[in-house]
């Protein structure tokens, strides 16, 4: 049973094309993997799924739910890890968590169980009063994983969750992830360029390329269309070995702006 | 109501937290208080009106309050552009109630602000009519912050960066702050003047302000409290329909 059903997606901004009638599905409990080179619309696809963004055109499900006239009960459904950092840094972890718990209505008796129970998962319980702007990026992932999980939801979106993070981060990150997939049945959706970690991760992979998917299968049946012995020698061969353009992301621009500004980020 | 308390409460936590912030949005109206206050002062009272500072103090606490609001509303570009609005966005509850709660914390930090003027008015020799009349003058802070809260909030959903906060400090804060009769009296003034300050809010802000620590005012307190509610209906109700066309 599909528990994500997209048809004939498109995302356009302004006259550029950044989802190009993309249709794919997700299945129950599953570990899915949206793969592409930079730029080629995984987050703004995320982002519709998200309801984040309006679709251009396309037809979104998620958990049964209609994306046009159901949001809230979307909304519910998922938990999301950005890729851009998402944490409110004047706040400590335990409020940022707290944050979450009031604004998805979770239980007031049962908030600091689980609150306490979800740091200890991710290992920043004896970190919860400290600001989280005191916190490295492999911290404040942990606390984003840790949050996206309170309200018990049934999918998990992970932008690439693992950039700039050391192998041991890394490692225990996925841990979590194949964790919650084999104990609590959640459905992971992760975007990721690590392809050795989609590799072993994954059971189901589509890739993405200018807008349009290009590719789809278990790494295992892309390996063998593209008869090649791994993932990213399948990954390169579906989207070629050009460099895409890498903008400086406005985020970035924004982070200079703010140290003119005087703000500490 | 919980979104509306959790929003409120994390923009006090950030304000008190905050000491930095505290200190500098008081360098300005005191600045102000010290220059006019004592620069004009003595011109002021010759020309028979009265003792300046009386005049003075609910303008320039006034203007902590609405400065603070201000950039309280334009703080959403900050949680834009740090990613925390994406948190507020995909959550499961209203839109109009993310920005309700906003709009209430940034208003009561500002309140806070204006009271912060107050106190240190008060080591400079001003004096209220009344210690109690602190409480009408809390609700005229009040409703000029959450005038100014929403009014920045509005503005900030449609920008995506800090460039264009001079621009609204210069070309709308503050003429509007000039035009309200804070630092001169709108009475004596020339018509065009007049005029203009009685569509301008803050007019109307100040005014209740005046009455309340000094027991003059232009108009009626409840005609300064209508009009404003009046002005806080209308900016909330465009705040909500552009937020909730807002994208993250
Ligand atoms: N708000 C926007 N306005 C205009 N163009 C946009 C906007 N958001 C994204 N784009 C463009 O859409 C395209 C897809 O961007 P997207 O962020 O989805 O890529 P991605 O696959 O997530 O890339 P990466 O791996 O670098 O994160 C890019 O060319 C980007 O510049
Ligand atoms: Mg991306």
């Known amino acids: 049973m599909s528990i994500i059903e997209v048809k004939n997606l498109t995302k356009k901004f302004g006259d550029f094309v950044a989802v190009d009638n993309i249709s794919f599905s997700v299945e129950k409990g599953e570990i899915f993997a949206f793969l592409g080179p930079n730029g080629a619309g995984k987050t703004t696809t995320i982002k519709m799924l998200t309801t984040l963004l309006e679709p251009t055109v396309g037809e979104i499900k998620v958990n049964n739910f209609n994306l046009k006239n159901e949001r809230d009960d979307v909304r519910r459904s998922f938990g999301i890890v950005f890729q851009d950092p998402s944490l409110d840094d004047d706040l400590t972890a335990y409020e940022n968590m707290e944050f979450h718990a009031v604004l998805y209505g979770h239980d007031k008796n049962d908030r600091p169980k689980r609150i306490e129970e979800l740091l200890r998962l991710v290992d920043l319980w004896d970190r919860q009063k400290n600001l989280v702007k005191t916190f490295s990026g492999g911290m404040k992932r942990r606390l984003e994983i840790a949050r996206a999980l309170i309200h018990t939801p049934k999918i998990i979106f992970l932008d690439e969750p693992t950039v700039g993070l050391d192998p041991q981060t890394r490692n225990h990150i996925w841990s979590y992830v194949v964790n919650l997939s084999k104990k609590e049945g959640v459905t992971v959706f992760l975007t990721t360029h690590y392809m050795e970690e989609a590799e072993k991760m994954a059971n189901r992979v589509v890739v993405i390329d200018h807008g349009k998917i290009i590719g789809s299968g278990t790494p295992a049946e892309l390996k063998s269309k593209t008869e090649t012995n791994s993932l990213e020698e399948a990954f390169l061969k579906l989207t070629g070995n050009s460099i895409r353009p890498d903008e400086a992301s406005s985020v970035d621009m924004l982070r200079s702006h703010a140290r003119m500004w005087g703000r500490k980020r | ?248």
Do not use: C
Request: proline fraction near 4%; hydrophobic fraction near 55%.
């Open chain 2, 1 to 248: 109501m919980s979104t509306i308390y959790i929003l409120w409460l994390r923009q006090l936590k950030k304000y008190i937290r905050s000491t930095p912030r505290i200190i500098g949005s008081l360098g300005q109206p005191l600045l102000f208080l010290l220059v006019f206050g004592f620069g004009f002062g003595s011109i002021f009272e010759k020309a028979g009106g009265g003792n300046y500072i009386q005049f003075l103090v609910p303008g320039i606490v006034a203007m902590a309050v609405v400065f603070t609001a201000i950039f309280g509303g334009i703080e959403l570009i900050w949680d834009r552009q740090f990613g925390f609005l994406k948190e507020t966005m995909v959550a499961p509850v209203s839109r109009f109630n993310i920005m309700l709660g906003r709009t209430f914390g940034g208003a009561s930090v500002s309140v806070l602000q204006g009271i912060a003027v107050l106190l240190i008015s008060f080591l400079i020799g001003f004096k209220m009519q009344h210690i109690l009349m602190i409480f009408p003058a809390v609700i005229f802070m009040f409703l000029t912050a959450f005038f100014f809260t929403a009014l920045g909030t509005a503005i900030a959903s449609k920008l995506t960066d800090m460039q264009a906060f001079p621009i609204i400090m210069n070309f709308l804060v503050m003429p509007l702050f000039f035009l309200s009769g804070s630092i001169f009296p709108l009475d004596t003034a020339p018509k065009v003047l007049q005029v203009l300050g009685k569509i301008d809010p803050l007019f109307y802000g100040i005014d209740g302000l005046r009455f309340a620590f000094i027991g003059t005012s232009h108009f009626n307190p409840w005609i300064d409290l209508l009009v404003l509610v009046g002005f806080s209906l209308m900016v909330l109700l465009a705040g909500k329909h552009l937020f909730e066309k807002m994208e993250a």
